[in-house]
């Protein structure tokens, strides 16, 4: 029997509290931290990751007191996110609590970052974050990694998904696997936000270029897509926000649907 | 209600464990870095993070203090690394084991299964009396992280398996001796039950 996948609700963390854009309010209050992780778990959430989405230095203290508070509540494994750029960010996030750290921008910036946190956590508290956009401007047909032979390539973008790096997703999580991550967060921002489902064409492309776990993000409007991402690709497990918050739908749900459809659940 | 000492090999996190052991009824947990006064104690959790050969160094001026607490009696559970420990060999290091059981730590099956073998799996429970697991269903579900796995020489050793790749051992129990390859203070209300099941074992050693 293969692994159960998991069922990933995430957290955006903005000043202490969880916060949900929503497209034509802004950013909308969805509830204190520390108690919507305890209701994921008790729901049977798999895992739980907060993205601290501001990530100055004044909010940085208020996670770190947030990662404790949620540590001495759960009982599953939890990731952080947002704004980790060193190894001391990371080590406080990780010893405040945190069984995983999730790191993006910093990994592009220096790579010898995730080779050092693994000498000192261990390769399993390492999540790379990967945020990949289509790039068509492939006149050259060549990236700055590997050729390409499609009209467009999968780029690794940085900043939020701002900045493009002219990097190819499927070398860069190669590398990043050799590097020592223990996971990626594979995020599509082609998909993100239009709750049309998770880019099946890149999921299936990235987990069949690495033997670690592989995490689909961006895209998730219904239960219906994670089936169709766990039926369609190799990957593990899923990250879905907003589908939970104001209780549009429950893990239970989401979970005994999938299990309906032969998708091998913790239940 | 029990005290318990959590070893430091000062490789990382050890605040999940803690909480988690204070949820489930211990009554204090300390976190120690010098096996000398065990006596205090009630019982001991080897805890499972950081790296083989660090995690051995860090322990082996208290060599002589463990194996006399593993004789007097008192309970240890070893979680994960702290399991692997235990054993006469790690393909993770270089250094030898705590020489405490026959056997030795494998690697994961690379090209059969990815590694590390992260999330949620299920316990074949292939032993019946066993303490550690009192009350707990065939095919719970336990979370896992790793990427080495232990081989004991003796198989009556073996009380559960996961199927990943292949059957692993993944806990074991001999007289006070207990092990689990998977986190129960990761593994939600099942962690928590064997995580009550060694409180209580600890207990009866006050």
Redesign the interface.
């Known amino acids: 029997m293969p692994l159960s996948k998991r069922i990933i609700p995430c957290l955006d963390v903005d000043n202490g509290r969880v916060v949900k854009g929503i497209n034509f309010l802004g950013v909308k209050d969805a509830g204190d931290p520390v108690e919507l992780a305890k209701k994921y778990s008790d729901q049977g959430a798999d895992e739980l990751v907060f993205l601290d989405i501001t990530a100055s230095k004044q909010d940085r203290e208020i996670m770190k007191n947030i990662v404790k508070k949620v540590a001495s509540v759960i009982d599953i494994p939890f990731t952080v996110g947002g704004g980790i750029k060193t190894l001391s960010d990371a080590r406080e996030i990780l010893l405040n609590g945190a069984d995983k750290v999730s790191i993006n921008t910093a990994t592009v910036k220096n790579p010898q970052l995730v080779t050092d946190l693994m000498k000192i956590f261990g390769r399993q508290c390492i999540v790379v974050a990967i945020d990949v956009k289509r790039n068509f401007m492939v006149d050259k047909k060549q990236t700055s990694t590997s050729k390409v032979d499609k009209d467009y390539f999968f780029e690794v973008m940085i900043y939020g998904g701002s900045k493009g790096t002219r990097i190819d997703a499927i070398q860069w999580a190669k590398k990043v696997e050799e590097l020592g991550a223990g996971e990626i967060l594979l995020t599509s921002i082609d998909a993100d936000g239009t709750k049309n489902g998770y880019d099946i064409e890149l999921t299936n492309t990235i987990c069949n270029s690495v033997r670690i776990p592989v995490i689909a993000s961006g895209g998730c409007g219904s239960s219906q897509h994670m089936f169709e991402v766990f039926n369609r690709t190799d990957v593990d497990a899923v990250l879905a926000a907003s589908i939970f918050h104001y209780d549009k739908l429950t893990l239970g749900k989401v979970k005994k649907y999938l299990a309906q459809k032969g998708i091998r659940t913790r239940l | 209600m029990a005290k318990i000492a959590i070893f430091d090999f000062g ?3 050890l ?2 464990l803690h ?2 052991l204070l ?1 489930n009824g211990a009554q204090n947990v300390d976190i120690i870095r010098s096996l000398k006064d065990l006596k205090k104690y009630n019982g001991l959790v080897l805890p499972g ?3 083989f050969d660090s995690a051995i160094s860090s322990m082996k001026k208290d060599e002589i203090s463990l194996t006399t607490a593993i004789n007097n009696g008192m309970p240890i559970l070893g979680i994960c690394l702290g399991l692997e420990m235990l054993f006469y060999r790690s393909e993770e290091g270089l250094l030898d084991g705590l020489k405490v059981l026959e056997g030795e730590v494998l690697m994961l099956p ?1 090209k059969k299964v ?9 316990l074949l429970i292939v032993k019946g009396e066993s303490n550690l697991l009192k009350g707990i269903p065939q095919d719970s ?1 336990v ?1 896992f ?3 080495y796995h232990i081989e004991p020489k003796d198989e009556n050793l073996i009380v559960a398996v996961t ?2 790749g292949s059957k692993l051992p993944v806990v074991i129990e001999r007289l006070n001796l207990f092990g689990t390859q998977f986190h129960p ?5 099942v ?2 039950h064997i995580m009550k099941n060694f409180l209580k074992i600890c207990e009866k050693n006050e």
């Open positions: 490789a990382g996190n605040f999940n909480q988690s949820r993070v950081g790296n690379k990815k590694v590390p073998h992260i999330g949620w799996n299920n579900w979370y992280v790793h990427s199927d990943y203070e990761k593994s939600g209300k962690g928590a």
